[in-house]
């Protein structure tokens, strides 16, 4: 049986950044919304969802946004406790909020922690002011380093975000945020290359040549050497961009995702996992609430998953973990694999042994080039 | 001013005394559409409510690019002096390529109105359709258009015309199909000067097809004009080229909508639909007559236009193969030019070698079949025949580069055009630097007037199909204008370069050309190569060659990252649905060796450097 987990969405920025595509809203975007009713609307849904699935015990709960930390912190832990009380928790549970660095302070922390929260995540993205401008952050980048050291003396594990191929970016710059976030000894650290979002201000910006497109080779470099670099400090990768120091330090809840357990994720354009079937919320809050108040769940793009679609997803989600793919799955979904899969081991870029042991692994090559490797072995 | 003709005159039993048959030729855009518009509001037969601009353009792509492609005859009541006669008149195309739908309709005329655009003059299609009318001893009205233009010079013009057909300036008739000045006065010409049909009423009936086209719901519509005796429907009647019977199910007349008639008599032009499904039933040029009454000899048929420029198309989808052989054997019916055999391409799998009679022709017979029949397809870069000589003495065709033999080549002959050009006096030495670059000689140059000056040149036909005509106007801000009729082969210093990807050659992008511009084509070739074919997991060396001479190279680096590398949280669908994506751009994707080419790629480099038509065809 597949764990339970829960994501909650709180979809509020004070800015949006200019790379963002994130279902979030600016209080102008809010239409009228007001962020002091989320919280009722929360309940509301955390009530059907109940109607819905039962009780089951959480194994983790993730605030994630937009900026969860924009509510002020007892809201996130009377959200945290209405949860609990619904549907349990389990023994040992993690529950993490992410956190804008520049929305927290000592006293919220403290407010957190003891509500339940045990972890939470950064979003630093780089330590340089030109780069952290070009992506048109607002933080003060010292505030992360300080807010690490406050939330690692309360207890919290601790993780940061980071962005590596912001237009302008240098190797040089890129390794100065790297030591930077080293040197705030977080347990976990996630590196995003940046994606270039369709619609959006960044998006523009390239189009109309205000701006470089990333270069996709020095985004290569970049990640090669932040892996040597972190294997050096005793991280580990377990999924294509996430590192930890030991297993425990993975994020459980994204493993979750990964491994397809169930999860129900509350709040506007949040995405929920249960019992094979996958749906969305709407995305603008006022729809959302709109539809609670009239006692339906705010649901939409329903998918009941083919049999083929769930191989296809535990294909593409296995194939970025660490842990990696097992071959039975690719057999399954591509009955010739036994070619590309020797190919791809003949070009390094998946793992020879674990091969031979029935697992697809990716090599650093291969983490890089890893869509084309799914699709090399799936015979796409 | 002639009164509209109150009654008209009944099809099948008109008088040939009281018919004119003419058509209207002209220089591209001199008007040729919208003096007819006017015609058809001041007969009554298009009333005002349904006019609209260039109403017989009526194919989607006529309006869109707002030229006449193909030829519409019609038939419009008019009144002189207390007679009413009958009109038919044909609009014709003004584009070089399609002189041939001029040509098949000035063998259905008496007379032809040659219009002139007031503001713009005497243009160097004015001299080639001015030539075939003569050449088919129509009688010609010369006409000055425009005249509402500020810019417009009748006077001046009508000298010049005064000049080229004889007669006094006077005689020129200046109207506006824009105001719609002078027209009624130039149908009353049309009457007085056009001579009528004479035909035999009572000998076997013989009737010349000049159009032909498929209509969906109406199957073959074939256009004829009566020569001699009588068709009525219900008779069984024969094509005298293929002996074939139908029976005429039903016959009418264009005005400009389809009306059902009891017959066509001498002099008459109209339609047949005999419920034939098969194009190649009713050709153009043949002969129709009647099983009871067969005629002896057939009239003297068009000489069917010979292909010019040669492409490879090809279905987008492999699957398509069979719809395309549909649709070039429908289109084919309705356009005698197209000629086209099966073919195959290492790079683009199954499809058809195409004839044509220039780029135009192509372009728009491509944009037919994607329309007219839904099918996506990619087309090949133009080509001329090759007639090339082996040392051997073997002597080969190419219509298509990539068969150019590898042995040791005696002699390539190519085809060379007599090209017309017109343009005021000023752009003389920007036109002879452009046909010098093109591997012209001059054969003279002639004044036309004080200022217009006409050059002729001989040049390689492949040497102007492609963008001659686009530097051309640009060269001489558009005050330049092209005819060329083809004038034979010349040997010419040819040789083929091939484009390679990782040491394969890829069919498609073979080229013929002249050993001095061998070296430019495989430096621009490999150039848009590197750019429009993604990164590959390995190294793609892209190379030009001539014969086992590489001449020009490129290469495509390594593809080092392909992976969304970004927190989607548990937006899981979002990431399955950029696989599912990918799955579709694979089925675009072509192999070529080891390297996958998305079709994209192929047509953009095919697209002869006309990026915006590529992105259109993209999307
Ligand atoms: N001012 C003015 N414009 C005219 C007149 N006649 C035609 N035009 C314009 O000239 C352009 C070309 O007109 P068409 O009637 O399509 O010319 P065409 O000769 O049929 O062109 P093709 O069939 O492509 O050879 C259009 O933009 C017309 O609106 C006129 O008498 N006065
Ligand atoms: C859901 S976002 C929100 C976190 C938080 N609001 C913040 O920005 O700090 C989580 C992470 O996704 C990453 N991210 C957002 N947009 C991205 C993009 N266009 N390309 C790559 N990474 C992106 C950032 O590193 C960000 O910290
Ligand atoms: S703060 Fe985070 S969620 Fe908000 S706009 Fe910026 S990146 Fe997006
Ligand atoms: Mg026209």
């Given at each position: 049986m597949a764990t339970f987990h829960a994501y909650v969405h709180v979809p509020f920025c004070r800015v949006r950044c200019g790379y963002c595509d994130f279902n979030t809203y600016t209080a102008t975007e809010l239409n009228g919304y007001p962020q002091t009713a989320f919280l009722s609307h929360l309940r509301t849904e955390i009530a059907l969802s109940l109607e819905q699935v039962g009780r089951r015990e959480l194994k983790t709960v993730f605030f994630g946004g937009g900026t969860p930390t924009l509510l002020p912190a007892s809201e996130l832990v009377e959200a945290l406790s209405v949860l609990v009380d619904s549907f349990g928790l389990a023994a040992g549970a993690e529950i993490t909020t992410e956190a804008n660095p520049d929305t927290v302070d000592e006293k919220y922390l403290r407010e957190l922690r003891q509500g339940g929260f045990n972890r939470i995540s950064f979003g630093m993205q780089s330590a340089v002011p030109e780069v952290l401008a070009t992506l048109e952050r607002t933080h003060d980048p010292d505030s992360v380093a300080r807010n690490v050291f406050l939330a690692k003396n309360q207890g919290f594990k601790t993780s940061v975000d980071l962005i590596y191929g912001a237009p302008g970016e240098t190797m040089d710059q890129w390794k100065l945020s790297v030591e930077v976030a080293l040197a705030m000894e977080p347990d976990h650290i996630s590196a995003y290359a940046l994606i270039v979002e369709p619609g959006t201000k960044l998006a523009r910006q390239i189009s109309a040549g205000e701006k470089p497109l990333p270069d996709e080779d020095l985004q290569a470099d970049k990640y090669e050497w932040l892996e040597s670099r972190l294997e050096r400090e005793g991280f580990h990768w377990y999924e294509l961009s996430n590192w930890s120091k030991i297993a425990e330090g993975n994020s459980g809840h994204n493993m979750a995702y990964w491994r397809g357990q169930d999860w129900w994720g509350f709040g506007p354009g949040a995405n929920s996992h249960v019992a094979g079937r996958r749906w969305s919320n709407v995305k603008h809050p006022s729809n959302y609430a709109q539809l609670l108040v009239d006692g339906s769940i705010p649901s939409v793009d329903i998918e009941l998953l083919t049999e083929t679609q769930q191989l296809e997803e535990r294909a593409m989600l296995g194939l970025r973990l660490r842990e990696g793919l097992d071959l039975d799955v690719v057999k399954k979904l591509n009955p010739q694999c036994a070619r590309p899969v020797s190919e791809m081991v003949a070009e390094q870029l998946i793992d020879g042994r674990a091969a031979l042991q029935g697992r697809v692994v990716l090599t650093l090559r291969g983490r890089l080039l890893a869509d084309l490797v799914l699709r090399k072995i799936l015979g796409l | 001013m002639s009164p509209r003709a109150k009654n008209r005159l009944e099809p099948a039993k008109t008088?040939?005394?009281?018919i004119r048959n003419f058509c209207i030729i002209a220089h591209i855009d001199h008007g040729k559409s919208t003096l007819a518009d006017r015609m058809l509001q001041l007969t009554g037969i298009v009333d005002d409510r349904s006019m609209r601009a260039q109403y017989l353009d009526r194919m989607d792509i006529e309006r869109e690019r707002g030229i006449t492609i193909k030829s519409q005859a019609v038939r419009m009541p008019w009144e002189l002096e207390g007679q009413t006669y009958a009109l038919n008149m044909i609009d014709t195309p003004g584009h070089v390529d399609f002189t041939y739908e001029v040509s098949r309709s000035l063998a259905a005329c008496e007379g032809a109105v040659l219009l002139v655009d007031a503001a713009q003059g005497i243009e160097a299609q004015t001299l080639a359709n001015l030539y075939l009318a003569m050449e088919n001893d129509l009688e010609i009205i010369p006409v000055l258009n425009k005249i509402d233009l500020p810019a417009a010079q009748p006077e001046k013009y009508a000298e010049e015309l005064a000049n080229l057909i004889?007669?006094?300036?006077?005689?020129c008739l200046r109207v506006s199909g824009k105001t719609g000045i002078g027209v009624d006065a130039l149908l009353d010409k049309i009457i007085r000067t056009v001579p009528n049909p004479i035909g035999d009423p009572n000998a076997p009936a013989r009737a010349m097809i000049f159009d032909s086209v498929y209509d969906s719901y109406r199957g073959v519509v074939t256009y004829v004009r009566m020569i001699d005796g009588h068709l009525a429907p219900r008779e069984r009647i024969q094509m005298m080229s293929t002996r074939a019977v139908h029976e005429a199910l039903e016959i009418g007349v264009s005005s400009p909508e389809p009306e059902v008639t009891k017959g066509l008599g001498v002099g008459e032009v109209g339609y047949l639909i005999t419920g034939v499904k098969d194009v190649r039933q009713s050709k153009v040029g043949d002969t129709v007559t009647t099983v009871a009454n067969p005629a002896k000899e057939a009239l003297k048929g068009y000489s069917e236009p010979l292909p010019m420029v040669f492409s490879g198309i090809y279905p987008i989808d492999g699957s398509d193969y069979p719809n395309l052989r549909d649709a070039l054997d429908k289109l084919k019916l309705s356009d005698a030019a197209l000629v086209y055999e099966p073919e195959t391409s290492v790079a683009l799998g199954f499809g058809f070698r195409c004839g044509f009679l220039g780029l135009l022709h192509l372009e728009i017979v491509t944009e037919r079949l994607e329309r007219e029949f839904g099918l996506d397809l990619i087309a090949t870069a133009p080509s001329v025949v090759y007639e090339v000589t082996m040392d051997d003495g073997r002597e080969i065709t190419v219509t298509n580069p990539s068969e150019f033999p590898t042995g040791k080549v005696k002699k390539v002959l190519e085809p060379m055009v007599r090209a017309t050009i017109l343009a005021p006096k000023d752009y003389v030495g920007v036109i002879m630097e452009l046909c010098q670059g093109r591997r012209g000689t001059m054969i003279d140059m002639q004044y036309l007037g004080e200022d217009r000056v006409q050059l002729r040149y001989t040049l390689p036909l492949a040497e102007i199909v492609f963008d001659f005509f686009d530097h051309l106007k640009s060269k001489t801000q558009g005050y330049g204008s092209l005819d060329y009729e083809e004038v034979g082969l010349a040997e010419g210093d040819l040789v083929k370069v091939d484009i390679l990807l990782q040491g394969d050659q890829v069919d498609a992008f073979s080229a013929i050309v002249h050993r001095d511009k061998a070296y430019a084509y495989g430096v621009l070739m490999t150039g848009k190569l590197r750019e429009l074919i993604p990164r590959q997991q390995f190294e793609v060396p892209i190379q030009a060659a001539v014969g086992a001479r590489i001449i020009a190279r490129e290469s495509i680096r390594a593809m080092r990252k392909d992976v969304l590398a970004k927190c989607y949280g548990g937006d899981i669908s979002r990431k399955r649905k950029l696989l599912e994506k990918q799955k579709e751009g694979k089925k675009r994707m072509k192999m070529v060796g080891r390297v996958e080419v998305p079709q994209e790629a192929f047509i953009a480099a095919l697209s002869n450097g006309d990026e915006k038509k590529a992105d259109k065809k993209i999307r």
């Open positions: - | 008088n040939p005394e009281f004889g007669g006094d300036p006077e005689d």
